[in-house]
């Protein structure tokens, strides 16, 4: 499985990487509805949304939806946007970007049930962030993460958002931030 860091609209770019793989997964920001219209068909090819997704296509076929299990991996979509103030709604900036809380709820739930080896996700838990890159705001999505990472530690966590390519060991948790068109063979 080939996981893809942040696309941000860059199709040709986003083609050669998975021309040569049967399976792939963006780690969220693929890009707007010009992208998702012009996006190859093929259906092995997935897109964990972000938040620069075009979310009216959240239930498409190619769309992991909001969160569970692919091939042994736990996903968890969404991020907050911080340049919402440039964004307009409907086009760039849509409402359900963040799951809410009670959805985060149904994910612990989950969550603790599963106890996965492998997670990805857009953004990373709280402590990662605030350790990392500095960011000291709390969002739902941070949060939400950082609830699960202290519930059940997974041996892998890969995860996209921050445009910077960084890998870490946190305990006996391996963290990996894949920068924009970044890729990772696992499995």
């Known amino acids: 499985m080939l996981l893809i860091g942040d696309v941000h609209g860059k199709l040709k770019q986003y ?10 997964i963006v780690l969220g920001d693929f890009g707007f509805k010009h992208e998702y219209d012009n996006k190859p068909a093929d259906n092995n090819h997935k897109i964990l949304f972000g938040n620069h997704d075009y979310y009216p296509y959240i239930n498409k076929d190619y769309s992991l939806g909001d969160y569970g299990v692919y091939n042994d991996m736990f996903y968890i979509r969404g991020a ?8 307009v709604y409907g086009r760039d900036l849509f409402e359900n970007e963040e799951l809410s809380y009670e ?3 149904n994910v612990i739930n989950y969550y603790s049930k599963v106890k996965p080896e492998i997670v990805i996700s ?3 838990p709280n402590s990662i962030v605030r350790d990392w890159f500095g960011y000291k705001d709390r969002n739902i999505t941070k949060q939400g993460l950082q609830a699960i990472l202290e519930i059940h530690k997974p041996k892998l966590w890969v995860f996209g958002h921050h445009h910077k390519s960084i ?3 946190v305990g ?5 931030c894949l920068n924009e068109l970044e890729t990772l ?3």
Not at 15 to 24: G, M, T
Not at 80 to 87: E, H, K, Q, T, V
């Open 15 to 24: 083609s050669d990487l998975v021309k040569n793989h049967e399976e792939s």
């Open 80 to 87: 907050f946007s911080i340049d919402w103030m440039y964004l």
């Open 103 to 105: 959805q985060f709820n």
């Open 122 to 124: 857009h953004e990373a």
């Open 167 to 169: 890998k870490r060991m």
């Open 172 to 176: 006996s948790t391996e963290f990996i």
């Open 185 to 187: 063979l696992i499995k």
